[in-house]
Nanobody, 113 residues
Framework: QVQLVESGGGLVQAGGSLRLSCVASGSGFGNMGWYRQAPGKQRELVATITRGGTTNYPDSVKGRFTISRDNAKNTVYLQMNSLKPEDTAVYYC?????????WGQGTQVTVSS
């Protein structure tokens, strides 16, 4: 059974930084990524990374957020800099394996103005 466990969320002032981590049990993960969901809004893409390290970001976070991964540790990271109040959301880790598409339970990120 695959499990994804996120950590690193919290409360930060606008302009600050946070680093999220997600450890996945199991092995052989393909694409991994981060998504977020703010109250009353749909879940949206934050960043994805292939097993080979190719990354993808929407314009809303490009230049501020950086995704990385350690394949040996089955861990994906999200470094978030220059945070804005509109970045406030629950952040979810996502990973693909041969067993399917997997989600973590989420970690809250709150950015105060």
């Amino acid at each position: 059974q695959v499990q994804l466990v996120e950590s690193g969320g919290g409360l930060v002032q606008a302009g600050g930084s946070l680093r999220l981590s997600c450890v996945a049990s199991g092995s052989g993960f393909g694409n991994m990524g981060w998504y977020r969901q703010a109250p009353g809004k749909q879940r949206e893409l934050v960043a994805t990374i292939t097993r080979g390290g190719t990354t993808n970001y929407p314009d809303s976070v490009k230049g501020r957020f950086t995704i990385s991964r350690d394949n040996a540790k089955n861990t994906v990271y999200l470094q978030m800099n220059s945070l804005k109040p509109e970045d406030t959301a629950v952040y979810y880790c996502n990973a693909y394996s041969i067993l399917g598409n997997h989600w973590g339970q989420g970690t809250q990120v709150t950015v105060s103005s």
